[in-house]
């Protein structure tokens, strides 16, 4: 079984060799060495986030091994996101996303 780690480099590199825009993004805090604490995005912020090439729209994907399920926190964003005119979705591989993206 693939890692969410594998998986989500698959998808990132799949979208963006589709000319789609698709970056990781971190959520939590960071503690540097000198101790200053970097606020990252929101706990159950998506695991990647970009924008479609046709029309500019906002992507936002959720990364899930076969096995995963979405934390409450995620399930929060999920509801959020369902409410706002973004691209949203779960994905457990790369057609997941690309169908999140393109559509089916």
């Known amino acids: 079984m693939k890692t969410e780690q594998q998986i989500q480099n698959e998808i990132i590199l799949a979208a963006n060799q589709c000319g789609h825009r698709l970056w990781r993004a971190n959520a939590g805090k960071v503690i540097t060495k000198?101790?200053?604490?970097?606020?990252?995005?929101?706990?159950?912020?998506?695991?990647?986030v970009g924008f479609r090439k046709t029309d500019g729209k906002f992507i936002a994907i959720e990364i899930k091994t076969e096995r995963g399920r979405l934390r409450d926190d995620q399930v929060r964003f999920q509801n959020f996101a369902k409410r706002q005119p973004i691209l949203y979705g779960v994905a457990y591989s790369v057609d997941d996303a690309l169908k999140i993206i393109e559509g089916d």
């Open 34 to 48: 000198d101790n200053r604490v970097i606020n990252l995005f929101p706990k159950g912020f998506p695991d990647t």
